[in-house]
């Protein structure tokens, strides 16, 4: 008795920098905003590197100023 279905068969190239042959199913990658940092964190990344944070601008306008430090107490 002869068998009447046809197979198909492909094969990788596994050659280093050959282009990947496509099935047509892989998912695209999931596309991730990157995050604003919060104020908190760019403070703590200033006081950090030494710099004594005295007032904050917000992109929105709104200024945020702080008490000064007794390092400048001087100046």
């Known amino acids: ?5 046809q197979h198909h068969l492909g094969a990788a190239s596994l050659a280093i920098g050959a282009p ?3 099935t047509g199913s892989e998912a695209k990658p999931v596309r991730q905003r990157q995050r604003k940092p919060s104020v908190r964190t760019m403070i703590a990344q200033a006081e950090k590197a030494g710099k004594k944070v005295v007032s904050i601008t917000m992109p929105e306008g709104v200024t945020f100023t702080f008490g000064k430090g007794e390092d400048d107490a001087d100046a």
């Open 1 to 5: 008795m002869a068998n009447d279905t």
């Open 20 to 22: 990947a042959i496509s």
